[in-house]
C-alpha cells in the first residue's frame, strides 16, 4: 500500500520508493512485479508510475455493497433514511453505531417492529432482534437504555419511539 500510495504521487524509481517506503530494493521490486503485471503499475526507465485508468477500471469492476432495504426506510424521514442507507446491506444492519446520535436512529427504526402494548418474552425479542444484527444482546440493551423498551421479569414491551 505504502509503494502505491508513493506512486500515486509521482513516478518513482525502485530506490527511490525503497528509501521513501524505508523497506529494502527487494521487497519494493517483489511488489512491483504483479502491480506491472496486472497493468496497475507501469516501467518506463526505470520509473514506476501508477495507470490511473487501470484502477479506475478495477474499482468498477469490484462487486457493490448491497443497498439497504425499501422496506428499512418504513417510518422514517429523508435525513433519518441516510443515517440508515450507512449501517444497512438489505434487511440486516453490518455495524452498531458509536456515535450515539446515529445509534438513535436506527433504534427507533427497530422499535418500530415492536407493536405498542403487546409483551415480548425475551426470547421473541431476541429472535426479533437476531434478524437484524447477531449481537442481539447489545441491541436489546440499547434499546432499553435509551428508552424505546421496557422490560421486567425477562418479559419487554414497547416503551418509546413513534408509532406509524
Same mark, same amino acid.
Given at each position: 500500500?505504502?509503494?502505491? &500510495?508513493? @506512486?500515486? #504521487?509521482?513516478?518513482?524509481? *525502485?530506490? +527511490? ?5 524505508? $523497506? %529494502? /530494493?527487494?521487497?519494493v521490486?517483489?511488489?512491483? &512485479?504483479? @502491480?506491472? #503485471?496486472?497493468?496497475?503499475v *507501469?516501467? +518506463? ?5 501508477? $495507470? %490511473? /485508468? ?31 442507507a ?57 434499546l432499553?437504555?435509551?428508552g424505546f423498551l ?7 414491551w ?7
Amino acid at each position: 500500500m505504502a509503494v502505491v &500510495g508513493l @506512486l500515486a #504521487a509521482q513516478a518513482r524509481s *525502485a530506490a +527511490e520508493l525503497s528509501a521513501a517506503a524505508g $523497506v %529494502r /530494493e527487494r521487497e519494493v521490486l517483489e511488489t512491483l &512485479g504483479p @502491480l506491472v #503485471a496486472a497493468g496497475i503499475v *507501469a516501467r +518506463e526507465d526505470h520509473r514506476y508510475t501508477l $495507470v %490511473r /485508468e487501470s484502477l479506475r477500471d478495477l474499482a468498477r469492476d469490484l462487486p457493490q455493497p448491497q443497498p439497504a432495504d425499501r422496506a428499512v426506510f418504513y417510518g422514517m424521514t429523508e435525513d433519518e433514511g441516510a443515517v440508515l442507507a450507512r449501517f444497512f446491506r438489505g434487511d440486516r444492519l453490518v455495524e452498531i453505531p458509536a456515535a450515539h446520535g446515529k445509534r438513535l436512529v436506527v433504534l427507533e427504526r427497530i422499535a418500530l417492529d415492536f407493536e405498542p402494548g403487546t409483551r415480548y418474552p425475551e426470547a421473541e425479542v431476541n429472535a426479533l432482534l437476531t434478524r437484524y444484527h447477531p449481537d442481539y444482546a447489545a441491541l436489546r440493551r440499547h434499546l432499553v437504555d435509551d428508552g424505546f423498551l421496557d422490560r421486567a421479569e425477562g418479559v419487554y414491551w414497547r416503551a418509546g419511539g413513534r408509532v406509524t
